[in-house]
């Protein structure tokens, strides 16, 4: 056997296992309560578009509102680390993008995960060199996104559809959609080996401040309102049916993060920076920091009709089977905290 047709069975067990225990823990006397966990285990990436996970972990929001239970980190530089994670039982719960989370949910017939906050919205962006202007320019260029099927790419393929482009998986079509690490972008758009990019903040700035380009296309553009989903909190089912204290404890912290970044700036960017920083080994410099924060919102509201046309969009540029994504939604948690608060509540 290969080595990716094993890694592809693992996988396929850690779902069945996954949903195994879910489907077992939906069962059991709703009356019981259950003991705490020993620690709830968090994924995030140490990304600006997870600005207010980064904040609930280093103001101490997450661990003051679990009070004697402890909580241990993990960090992730793609979706799909972060659901194999989630999937294989190394972590709890994790903020991460869309279209990894329905991806999640379509694998596991809708039983591994629920959505229970929207955490950002905005900060993506079609990125060009000089001399394309119009999206007739873009005939026969090469444009990068993050990864095959991310969401990037998705609204990336979806758009040049639009234009009545043809874009293929393996990077043939009208224009060639070359899936890269953001960072690697970054050096292959300054060398010139590509046109563009589909990329979420900071590289969007980055590419423009570092790069030389400009955008052509603002994805909060094509939204209704300029609000479309970038990252949220999804949780293993099991783990939301077992221990909804903890689930609850961490969105009371959620909460007090995104408080924090949207009240006070330029102190929840420096936290965050410093975090960053402390991750990958390098800050992201003040300017920045300072264009990226500004394209995004950070909010509560998991603004779910994006989080439908991304799957539709998914499903018709071939990346995605039909799905069903009634029940991806776990937000009863959310509204109460929110009501108690007198907040207005989220919808899905």
């Known amino acids: ?101 329905i991806n999640a949910f379509a694998q596991s017939n809708g039983e591994a995960i629920r959505i229970v906050s929207g955490t950002t919205s905005g900060g993506a962006a079609l990125v060009v060199r000089e001399g394309i202007n119009t999206p007739a320019d873009l005939a026969g260029t090469k444009l990068a996104t993050p990864s095959l099927g991310n969401t990037q790419d998705v609204a990336l393929r979806a ?25 690697q972008t970054l050096e292959t758009f300054r060398s010139g080996d590509i046109d563009g990019a589909w990329v979420p903040e900071p ?48 969105l009371r912290g959620l909460i007090r993060a995104v408080d924090f970044a949207n009240e006070q700036p330029q ?16 800050a992201l410099a003040p300017e920045t920091i300072s264009g990226a924060w500004g394209n995004l919102t950070f909010t509560l509201d998991p603004i779910a009709s994006s989080l439908r046309e991304s799957a539709d969009d998914a499903i018709a540029v071939g990346l995605l089977e039909p799905v069903d994504l009634d029940g991806i939604y776990a937000l009863d948690i959310l509204n109460e905290i929110l009501r108690e608060e007198g907040r207005p509540e989220v919808s899905e």
Request: proline share 5%.
């Open 1 to 101: 056997m290969s080595n990716g047709s094993r890694a592809a069975m693992i996988f396929a067990i850690a779902i069945i296992l996954l949903v195994l225990v879910a489907s077992l823990s939906g069962c059991s006397n709703g009356e019981t309560e259950s003991a705490a966990p020993s620690v709830v285990r968090l994924g995030y990436f140490p990304n600006v578009t997870h600005a207010p996970a980064i904040l609930g972990v280093t103001e101490g929001y997450f661990q003051e509102e679990l009070g004697d239970v402890p909580l241990t980190t993990n960090t992730f530089n793609a979706g799909t680390e972060a659901t194999e994670a989630l999937f294989s039982g190394a972590i709890d719960m994790t903020f991460i993008g869309p279209n990894p989370a």
């Open 267 to 282: 102190e929840a960017q420096a936290a965050a920076n410093a975090n960053i920083e402390q991750i990958t080994g390098k």
């Open 159 to 183: 758009w040049l559809a639009d234009q009545g482009y043809a874009t293929t998986l393996e990077g043939g079509g009208d224009v060639f959609i070359l899936p890269q690490s953001n960072a």
């Open 203 to 250: 590289w969007t700035t980055r590419l423009v401040l570092e790069g030389g380009g400009h955008v052509l296309v603002d994805e909060a553009d094509l939204w209704p309102e300029g609000q479309f989903v970038t990252t949220h909190l999804i949780v293993a089912t099991s783990f939301l049916n077992e221990h909804p204290d903890q689930v609850r404890a961490v």
